[in-house]
């Protein structure tokens, strides 16, 4: 496993940082439907914090169902976490960045066109670097 650092100096909470790097696992692939995930206590030692910030970042991904508990047996990733994390990145996270986004385009004075042609190009070119990023993957292999 790689060094896993978190922002001791970001305006967010250490807990919501455990509960993402999670998420983000999840979605890799690296945790998978009805897999046991780290303990409270295998996450404190990862992140060297109190194991009851990492309690409590493993408890929010219980109340949002994303994980479950066996009793005596630990947390496990749920059936359709991967989904439901997707689902809640694309409203939360993308919405929130696109009304900022369309925000600064009327202050600009750049005409929704404009602005869509702009995302097209992006989107674009963030595939072309998918594709190369996954041949390159291949030559590894």
């Known amino acids: ?8 100096d970001s305006i ?3 807990y919501i ?4 790097w999670l998420e983000a696992e999840i979605l890799k692939g690296n945790l ?3 897999e046991r995930i780290y303990s409270q206590y295998q996450l404190a030692e990862i992140f060297t914090i109190n194991p009851a910030t990492a309690a409590k970042g493993l408890n929010l991904l219980a109340d949002e169902e ?3 508990k066996k009793r005596g047996l ?4 749920s059936l359709h976490a991967k989904s439901y994390i997707l689902q809640k990145r694309k ?3 993308l919405g929130q960045m696109i009304r900022d986004l369309v925000d600064e385009a009327v202050r600009l004075g750049v005409r929704k066109t404009e602005l869509l042609e702009m995302i097209e190009l992006a989107h674009q070119e963030a595939d ?3 594709r190369e990023a996954g041949g390159e993957e291949e030559e590894k292999q």
């Open 91 to 93: 409203n939360q996270i």
């Open 128 to 130: 072309d670097r998918d």
């Open 66 to 68: 994303i994980v479950y």
């Open 1 to 8: 496993m790689r060094a896993i650092i978190l922002n001791s």
């Open 74 to 77: 630990g947390m496990f990733v």
């Open 12 to 14: 967010k909470p250490i």
């Open 17 to 20: 940082q455990i509960a993402e």
């Open 32 to 34: 998978t439907e009805d």
